[in-house]
């Protein structure tokens, strides 16, 4: 799983949806990996416009990434090479291979294996 | 200026939508002018050549584009429209090398006859070599015969009897400009990709799909029903990065995987040397979704269970029960390794309608969904669409099978403050029912028309 994925995802239990602490997700005892894919500012720079800036800090911080951006990059700031390519490293290249993603709100974990992450519930959260 | 798209003679309800498509995500003043689903040849107007090789060149339904020199019922209006549209510019061609080529739509010319119509066009006055291979001027003839397909379809009974040793129904002489992408098709073939399953969609139709989508690089596509992923391949294909998930993970993992070795799915990012182009996997289900609301997404592409070959399921259970959470040696079961969480049957109106809700929340504005769905050849088509007040219908194509056919449904997430009209749309909550054929009024049409066929 990618960063930029966890990005998106919040917590499965419906009525975890509308509370704050459900989103970001935390990540718990994560494996991480690196791999290097070709580089797409294209793709970044679409795409950092609708990331969550503050979720994405969290979710840094918990896997020990060095202190990212204080403020998402606009305008300018997405045409510079450097900083698409540190984005790029950080949304796409890294891989969250295996441990877990929890919910703030109601505390239910989600496992990931083999970078697979498993978002469906017992039939006692559906 | 006037163009001539040949098409392939397939998906006809395809084809004009895939290159409106086309010419939406190129941002193309596109005007079509002649379209018939019995003819590969079509009129267009675009504004310029630029124009009419960005149109063509993702397009898989059409093989090619011509610039039109001229056209007619007979050789005669044909000759007359060509001096008139082109006498201006025959200097400008005077001394590069040539070719003429006779297509003729279902009919056969002998070759004194294609000498014949290609001396008839002598009055141009090309002095440049003729060349066979790579010329510098590409000249096709296009001949349009009525092909006995369209004689059954539109005068029933009558097979092929008038169709022979008639003249062509329209000439074109075209100056060929581009090649599409048809030539993928082949390429992304089923039976020569590593991971597919019974229900993987076809490299035609799925890039097809991708088209209609408008997948391109820098955007983000998404399938909730991946399997095998056939949608993603081909988004990728045209650049964009794709993320799907499914209800049973062992669809996009691989049914007998190893450990250690890459999921199913991704082995086909790799066969195709587009890993880059491949975001994420996970195990999840529509309705019980863990993506944010929020406007994220440039496409969806899906084609969900019909619930015929695949059951159609959601998590829960059937009856209700499993309420309580279950505590196995004092963790909880759902924690526990090769734990399956329990699935209950689904309304196939209802997983449309989800589908469409999820995609209103989700797509950015002009974001496009497409999905596909079976239907009964006899039902009536228009109150089968699924609809929703933020999505713009843009169009509906079908593939007729032979108790059935699929279609795919083309929309748009319209900007905030827009809406369409879904008073046609159909009108019915089925979510409560229990079995698969009370919910699914395809499952029940078919099946019941399969066991009538099939009684001793």
Known sequence: ?126 | MEYVIRFAQVHETFRRPEIESLAALAGIDLEILYYDQFSPYCVIRVPTEADARTLIARSILAKDIFELWGQGTNYEEVHADVRRRTQHRWDEFKNVSFRFTIDSFCGKRKIEAKRAIIQSFSYVGFDGPIRMKNPDEDFWVLEDFVSDVEVATRTPGNTHAYSEALEPRKIYLGRWIANSSRNIVSKYDLKKRRYISTTSMDAELSLVTANMAHAAPGRLFYDPFVGTGSFCVAAAHFGALTCGSDIDPRSFKGREKNDKEPMGLFTNFQQYGIESKFMDAFSSDLTNTPLLNRQFLDGIVCDPPYGVREGLRVLGTRDGSGREEVIIDGVPAHYRPGYIPPKKPYGFEAMQNDILAFASRTLVTDGRLCMWMPTSIDEDVELLIPMHPHLEVVSVSVQPFNQWSRRLITYRRLPEGQVSDISKARQKGDSEGISADDLNAFRRKVCHQYTLSYAP
């Open chain 1, 1 to 126: 799983m990618k960063l930029i994925t966890a990005n998106f995802l919040t917590c499965a239990v419906k009525g975890c949806k509308a509370s704050p602490a459900s989103f970001p997700l935390h990540f718990r005892d994560a494996e991480l990996e690196l791999q290097e894919l070709d580089f797409q500012p294209d793709f970044i720079r679409n795409i950092v416009p609708r990331i969550d800036w503050h979720a994405l800090q969290i979710m840094a911080n918990e896997l020990g990434f060095p202190k990212i951006l204080d403020k998402k990059p606009e305008g300018d700031e997405l045409k510079d090479e450097q900083i698409l390519k540190e984005l790029h490293r950080l949304l796409l290249e890294t891989h969250i291979n295996e441990g877990k993603l929890t919910c703030g709100n109601c505390g239910h974990e989600y496992l990931i294996k083999e970078g697979i992450a498993n978002f469906l519930l017992p039939s006692h959260l559906v």
